[in-house]
């Protein structure tokens, strides 16, 4: 049978966050490898894209689809130290939803110029290419299938669904919750044996961060509740939460929902199974 498993790269919301305070959670932001089979998908290039990258190209050739939530920095400005893109014979293919201002390979363009980087997207060796998918989109991702939806953030956000032999996560990041729960991301979530979702905020921060376009752990348990999902994993961790606060926040989503883990770098879970590592 083919296997549905998901490692954390990065798990920051924002801004990388090295230190000593940020450890054992990690300090790199958002980029998530889903492995389904020979199948691989990464759901955003933060700076935890990089150390993936090294560990691909050590492996040999290989195929890479990189699912983008949106193009904010800290969700791809890993894509420039990810080492397949510099190697032949690696084939990387970057996907997402309308950003409302331009087309997404314009986005990667401009991020790879002078006088901001100084190695060029038409320079790259290996088979790179950018795609925008449209609004609803289901399509197939080598043995996985992909369903799209719009999230509710400042600027256009994209979740993504992953469904491989009867197994589903899905990724919902840097979105807002409303008064009640968005009906959109319910019915993406609905029965996913996995859901990452964004907690940036604490119910008592969020009074002071509305229209942000980030979310607290309570909205993701009422969410995770609602669409019956299986396993819940709190994401998109603050810039400035220490390792301690992030496990007292975990603590407390625990109560409203059982199943419930904080995203750690490192953390591998098996999809439909148990967390197999807190940290690699």
Known sequence: MTKLAVQFHGVRGSLASPGAATARVGGNTSCVEVMCGDTRIVLDAGSGLR????RLVATG???TTILLSHVHWDHIHGLPFFAPIYVPGHQ??????PNGVMPLEE??????????????????????SARD?????????????VTMARLNHPDPVWGYRI???G???????DTEHYACVD???????AGADLLIYDAQYTPEEYPQKVGWGHSTWQAATELAKLAGVGQLALFHHDPRRSDDAVAEIEARARGGFAATVAAREGMIVEVGGEVAAEAA
């Open 107 to 128: 986005v990667m363009r401009r991020q790879m110029t002078a006088p901001f980087f100084p190695v060029e997207w038409d320079e790259l060796p290996a088979a790179v």
């Open 167 to 173: 197994r589903s996560v899905v990724y919902a990041t």
């Open 163 to 165: 469904e491989c032999n």
């Open 61 to 63: 050739p290989s195929a």
């Open 133 to 145: 998918a449209r609004a609803g989109d289901r399509f197939e991702v080598g043995a996985a299938i």
């Open 183 to 189: 009906p959109a991301l319910r019915k993406l979530a």
């Open 51 to 54: 150390a993936l990258g090294d």
């Open 92 to 97: 990387v293919n970057v996907v997402s939803g």
